[in-house]
Every structure is written in C-alpha cells, then in structure tokens.
C-alpha cells in the first residue's frame, strides 16, 4: 500500500448518476485497490431530523449527516486503519442494517451530496469529482428511482424534489462544481468521463509509491 492513499470525493446533485458511475468504478477494482466510504451511511436518527412547514421530514440537509464520525472515519482510513460501522436504511424501516467492514486501500472514494461543502472533509480530498446533468433529467430520474423502485407517491416525490432537494442542491452542491478538478455530464452518458477516471485510477496504482 502507498504511504498515504489518493482521496477521490464524488459529489453532484440527486439524479446525476453518482450511484451508477461509483458503483461502475468499484466493479474495476479489487477491495485491496479501492475503498468507498459514503456520506449515506452516515445519517442522523430519524426522529433528530428537521422537519419544514408542512411536517415533512427533510433528510436533504448538511446537518441530517453525523459529518463528525464521518471526517474521523475517512481519517482512520487515510491512516491506515479499518473501519466498521452500521449500514444505514432510514428509507426501509423494515430492513435490518448490515455491519460494514471498510479497508483502508491506497485508492479511497469519498462520496455523498455535501462531500465538498463540509470544509474539514473537503480539505482531506486529492481529486474532486463533480457529476452533473440538467434538472428535468435528474427530476426524471429521481421519479423513477423514488416512484418505481421505492413505491413513493408521486405528489410526495415532486414535493420533496420542490421543497427539499433543489434548494439544497443550489444552496450546498452546485456552488462547489467550480472547485472541482473533474466536471463530468452525464446529461446522456458519463461513459467518457468514467474512462478518464479509471485510466487515472489504473496510473495512479501502478505508479511506485
């Protein structure tokens, strides 16, 4: 293992494809390569989260995230050490939380909406990575997600899109695209872009330490 691993952050807004193109970049390497650690694991309880106007619960928040643990953990990793923690299944309260093992690895993925936006995690970051893609698309596809895959009502997908998840993303998320050292559209596809990741990923592990 290096002396100290490459920290790669991923961020954009819900609906640009972060799940997709994390999960395509994991299928690439091996666990002693790469490690993801990932800001959803990381919510407060349910019954501390802020609620709006309406009673709605609103998870889309910097302060819905235990972003504390979550610096300590990433630093563990950055040292060397292995972390454990509970999986986090706020959106299926009938799920049983896994226990997660995560191993420090010379490459580690840092992902999540606030990634950038938490200044001491930010400031742990090598390479920033910035997905993004129109509204109407990443709308289209936060209703398929939260619609088809998760049977949420449509009038509580759109209110939550309305109320929550834009503000959030213009307030927290979007304003860091012009930190980024990678801006990736994936308005159609993020094919190219996931090349030029893995190709600098691949470089990187090959190089002497």
Request: proline letters at 5%; charged letters at 30%; a positive charge.
């Amino acid at each position: 293992m290096k002396n100290k691993p490459l920290i790669v952050g991923i961020t954009g807004g819900s609906g640009s494809g972060k799940t997709t193109f994390i999960r395509q970049i994991r299928d690439s390497f091996t666990n002693d390569q790469l490690s993801i650690l990932s800001q959803d694991d990381y919510y407060l309880p349910r019954e501390v989260q802020k609620v709006d106007n309406q009673g709605i619960t609103n998870f889309d928040l910097p302060g819905s995230i235990d972003k504390k643990r979550f610096r300590k953990d990433l630093e563990k990793l950055i040292s060397g050490e292995d972390i454990t923690i509970k999986e986090y299944v706020f959106n299926n309260e009938s799920a049983a939380p896994k226990t997660l093992t995560i191993p420090s690895a010379p490459v580690i993925i840092v992902e999540g909406l606030f990634v950038f936006h938490y200044k001491k995690v930010r400031n742990l970051i090598d390479l920033k990575v910035f997905l993004q893609a129109k509204e109407n698309l990443k709308v289209i596809r936060r209703i398929k997600r939260d619609r088809v895959e998760r049977n949420y009502p449509i009038e509580d997908v759109l209110y939550r899109y309305q109320h929550h998840v834009l503000p959030t993303y213009e307030k927290y998320i979007r304003p860091y695209q012009d930190i980024a050292d990678v801006v990736i559209n994936n308005n159609d596809n993020f094919d190219m872009g996931l090349k030029v990741i893995l190709g600098f990923l691949k470089d990187y592990l090959k190089s002497p330490s």
